[in-house]
């Protein structure tokens, strides 16, 4: 029988000792000298390919890889919107103001397209040194790893090796036994198909309304579930009274046409304002066709059909705070009558709005379509209103937002629908162009981010990921 390396060194170390302590020292004291036949183990080296693993691993992030993507979603967006309004400058040019004012707009978004080809070449080199850097460290830990190899005298690495490959072609073996046809997916609320909300980019639009600084409060946007022939129609609604008031929304043909303020297309509301069915609050939206907004001196959701120029209301529920009773706010102030606030989503048309009997606190409920419409879903959150700025919703996911600087809102709250579970530990920064933002609201259509701050349009590109 042959014995292992191990079994020879121990018979070797018993010979030398028992050799040794024959001779004897004195009569009494034994001493032995104990000499192996086997190489040290190189610690050393291993604690060199520990500490290069630690760094490799700090070094190299998923944020590096998701900072190229959201670089090339930026870039191919703006490549977009200039296509968009080269086409309409060849089609709607009248070789005065207009084509100058657009050929303006292309101008800027060249240039704002040189900037992030820069950027993005920029990020890519840098990149690319980092991967080259990192597969010469890879290499030559993995010589150093098969020259430890050497010293597994017991072949576990070996073995455990052929247990992981049996062990795959077992579990291989049995998925293919009792795989059954799985059924498509389908998005639910709570999960986005395009990934989680993890920052926002930006601002690609950023300009004065037609009504140049007069009204700061005011709403607009596209609508994410257009009619045939209005997929490319912007709206605008500004409170033309006292900053609460409006009894009209105006709608514009494409981006460019609203960015100009040029050949506006006006739906009346209410014949004067302020009266009956007259908008009261700034945060508006719009959905199937349909304006959604909080009606005149009455807790209620109003819904204006812009092909019947029809209204139509549901109450909401008893004690619900309106008239300026629980605004947004923060420490400088509150924006005035923003008690309802209407967002839009992958499933449609939410309110959010609060009551004494809920501290204060926000409730969300989905406004389901129809004439009259109706409440549907109904959550209570622990985010008390008057801490928020403005609240929007993106795959049954309501987040808010809160007073950081003049120069940025920061989103810091989020309530999914499907678990109920909330998180405050939300950090993902929005760069204001105004001191304040009274509106904004996200369409799914685009995955983009409308708002409203101090009598300008702003949008946003809404930033998605997978990555956890």
């Known amino acids: 029988m042959m014995s292992s390396p191990l079994s ?4 070797a170390v018993f010979l030398t000792f028992l050799s040794q302590s024959q001779q004897g020292v ?117 010589g150093s790893m098969q020259e430890l190899e050497d010293f597994d005298y017991m072949q576990v690495v070996n073995r455990q090796r052929e247990n992981q490959r049996m062990r795959r072609d077992l579990d291989q073996c049995q998925h293919q036994l009792h795989a059954t046809a799985e059924p498509p997916p389908t998005p639910r609320l709570g999960h986005c198909p395009h990934g989680q ?5 930006g601002p690609r639009t950023y300009t004065l309304t037609q009504y140049g600084t007069s009204y700061s409060f005011g709403a607009w946007g596209k609508d994410p579930k257009p009619v045939p022939g209005k997929e490319s129609t912007h709206w605008l ?14 709608e514009y043909s494409t981006l460019s046409t609203i960015v100009v303020g040029v050949a506006p297309t006006d739906a009346t509301i209410a014949s004067s304002n302020p009266t009956t069915n007259t908008i009261q609050g700034p945060n508006v939206v719009m959905y199937g066709n349909a ?33 300026n009773k629980f605004p947004f706010g923060h420490l400088e102030g509150t924006y005035v009558y923003s008690d309802l606030d209407f967002a839009t989503d992958e499933s449609g048309v939410w309110v959010v709005y609060t009551s004494p009997e809920n501290f204060g606190n926000v409730i969300l409920s989905e406004v389901l379509e129809g004439s009259p419409p109706a409440l549907g879903r109904t ?26 600087s003049k120069e940025a809102e920061q989103i810091f709250y989020s309530f999914n629908t499907q678990t109920s579970v909330e998180r405050y530990d939300l950090k993902i920064n929005i760069k204001k162009m105004q001191t304040n933002i009274q509106s904004l609201n996200y369409n799914p259509r685009d995955q983009m981010l409308y708002a409203y701050g101090d009598a300008h349009i702003i949008s946003y590109d809404a930033v998605f990921s997978d990555i956890l």
């Not at 009455?298 to 705070?321: D, H, K, Y």
């Open 197 to 201: 909300l993890v920052g926002v980019s």
């Open 26 to 142: 004195h009569g009494k004291d034994c001493v032995c000298e104990l000499r192996s036949s086997e190489r040290p183990f190189p610690m050393e080296t291993l604690d060199n390919i520990q500490v290069l693993a630690s760094k490799c691993n700090q070094s190299i992030t998923p944020k590096q890889v998701f900072e190229v993507d959201t670089l090339l979603l930026g870039l191919q967006r703006r490549m977009e919107e200039l296509q968009q309004n080269t086409a309409v400058l060849e089609r709607e040019d009248d070789g005065e103001l207009y084509g100058a004012v657009t050929l303006r707009i292309i101008e800027l978004e060249l240039a704002e397209i040189q900037q992030l080809m820069a950027r993005l070449n920029r990020t890519v080199h840098g990149l690319q040194q980092l991967s080259a850097s990192t597969a010469t460290q890879l290499q030559g830990m993995l």
């Open 379 to 404: 959550y209570n959150t622990s985010l008390h209103k008057r801490t928020a700025t403005n609240t929007f919703m993106a795959c049954g996911v309501l987040y808010a937002t809160r007073y950081i």
């Open 237 to 250: 609604v500004a409170l033309t009274t006292s900053n609460v008031f409006a009894n009209f929304v105006r």
């Open 291 to 323: 304006l959604y907004y909080g009606c005149y001196n009455t807790p209620a959701v109003c819904r204006f059909n812009m092909t019947a120029r029809t209204i139509s209301t549901v109450a909401l529920p008893q004690n619900t705070g309106f008239n």
């Open 8 to 11: 020879r060194w121990v018979t």
